[in-house]
């Protein structure tokens, strides 16, 4: 028996489109998308196909690829293929360390502003918890004062992550004492969000930035910078590049912090680690 008339057939994506897509997005952003990402960024696009008002995947990719609408789609098409995974105090033993052994270190060594880069902050989790940490070491041993840098590829993240607007479930992981003075309740408690307080949002300085561009505009040298579960998304090549970029970011003695599956093995790096995952600027 025929299936009816009205029975559309699943959407798919070719594999000469999603070759170019891949070559595209590596060129613009260096992250690999081998081809077990297909069904991936299939689901992804979907959603741009509605957008630009195209039939079908094999139609949005004649559109972008034929008809030459690569630049304005760019980052539409970044955006919908990034992975934002993040959640707050992720990787705990970093804010271990961060509040037990780097801050009184930098704080004896007469640091009286600290400079962090949150370096791929996705939605703010990572940012807001850094200010978290800093905010109450600063208050409770009266300095060092601070600043915070929070990048991404995807302005839809950034977007969010200014607004500090999270889910109620998200922010179980923030110990109590800072979760009761650090985020902020709606009135209407049928409302299942929260919001990070007005302190901390100013603290933080959102902006776009490629971590395969060339150089970093990010001003002075950094006192640490958090780059944690982005070079799993790079190749070799890229991820020595990249963290040479970001060494270069570091004044002498700054603090890099990786994710705990991301390896510097083999690269020629002026950086000497210091606790898993953490690497000091020599």
């Known amino acids: 028996m025929s299936a009816p008339a009205w029975a559309a057939t699943e959407d798919s994506l070719s594999r000469r489109d999603f070759d170019r897509i891949a070559r595209y997005i590596y060129a613009q952003a260096g992250i690999r998308l081998p081809p077990a990402k297909l069904t991936m960024v299939e689901g992804r696009l979907r959603r741009r196909v509605r957008a630009t008002g195209r039939d079908s995947l094999g139609d949005y990719c004649t559109w972008l690829f034929e008809d030459d609408h690569l630049d304005g789609e760019r980052q539409h098409l970044l955006n919908a293929v990034t992975t934002n995974k993040t959640d707050f105090f992720r990787e705990p033993k970093h804010f271990d360390y961060l509040q037990n052994v780097a801050l009184p270190q930098m704080q004896a060594e007469g640091v009286r502003r600290l400079r962090l880069w949150s370096a791929a902050c996705s939605t703010g989790a990572e940012p ?66 929260v919001r990070i307080v007005p302190e901390l949002r100013s603290a933080i300085g959102f902006a776009q930035l490629n971590l395969i561009d060339d150089t970093y505009p990010v001003g002075e040298p950094m006192d640490m910078i958090f780059c944690r579960n982005v070079l799993i998304y790079f190749d070799k090549v890229t991820q020595e590049q990249v963290v040479r970029r970001l060494a270069a970011c570091l004044r002498p003695g700054g603090l890099l912090f990786l994710g705990h599956s991301e390896s510097v093995a083999g690269f020629t790096l002026p950086l000497t680690a210091v606790a898993n995952t953490v690497f000091k600027k020599i």
């Open 128 to 193: 807001y918890t850094l200010a978290m940490v800093l905010d109450a070491f600063a208050r409770d041993r009266r300095g060092p004062d601070y600043g915070i840098l929070a990048t991404d590829l995807d302005t839809e993240v950034l977007a969010a992550a200014r607004r500090g607007i999270y889910a109620a479930a998200m922010v179980e992981p923030v110990p109590p004492a800072l979760r009761h003075r650090y985020v902020l309740r709606p009135r209407d408690r049928t409302r299942e969000e």
